[in-house]
């Protein structure tokens, strides 16, 4: 599972195996055994969540918003798919 970046002891990572046929471009937050998944597009958005509370999910899509340029790059770059 390749961890894209980490911010405040979060993992920011997506899995190798993202479903056949495979899932569009998204993030798993991980922290402390809970994880929380965002699709990045057309907004960022939780797509489930195992425990984060409202303040954190809030916290977590401001950054991934921030860097999703960054993810979409890792993904296409690991999945070898294009832009």
Do not use: C, Q
Not at 2 to 19: C, D, I, Q, S, T
Not at 25 to 46: N, Q, R, T, Y
């Amino acid at each position: 599972m390749p961890v894209v970046f980490r911010h405040r002891g979060f993992r920011f990572l997506f899995y190798a195996n993202e479903g056949d046929p495979r899932e569009p471009v998204h993030i798993h937050a991980v922290k402390d055994g809970i994880d929380a998944k965002f699709w990045l597009w057309p907004e960022v958005s939780v797509v489930y969540n195992d425990g984060f509370n409202a303040k954190t999910l809030r916290e977590l899509v401001e950054v991934i918003g921030n860097r999703r340029n960054e993810i979409a790059r890792a993904w296409n770059g690991f999945f070898g798919e294009g832009d």
